[in-house]
């Protein structure tokens, strides 16, 4: 399984981003399927999962303002991002795992300016 994350850029504090983590597989199939993020100084962190039942799991820090969702004709599971705070700047990492395999895609860049 490859993933492949987009979606990062600069923002201004209050604004939206919308992250998307496409799959070479169907993501239906995977058992947890979520977006860590890990800020300069700090150890990597979950934001937000979904189960392969569709079971959604967020950091305290963003519920009510992001979320997470999948698309199963792209094969891709997004995190759409709302009234994002400076504290939210992170480098965001996908992530893929079922019961014998745990995959990361490449980090993508939330800046997000005060």
């Known amino acids: 399984v490859q993933l492949q994350a987009s979606g990062g850029g600069l923002v201004n504090a209050g604004g939206s981003l919308r992250l998307s983590c496409a799959a070479s597989?169907?993501?239906?199939?995977?058992?947890?399927m979520g977006w860590y993020r890990q800020a300069p100084g700090k150890q990597r962190e979950l934001v937000a999962a979904v189960t392969s039942g569709g079971i959604t799991n967020y950091a305290d820090s963003v519920k009510g303002r992001f979320t997470i969702g999948r698309d199963g004709a792209e094969n891709t599971v997004y995190l759409q991002m709302n009234n994002l705070k400076p504290e939210d700047t992170a480098v965001y990492y996908c992530n893929a795992r079922n019961r014998n395999w745990d995959i990361w895609g490449q980090g993508t860049q939330v800046t997000v300016s005060s």
């Open positions: 597989t169907n993501i239906f199939s995977i058992a947890l």
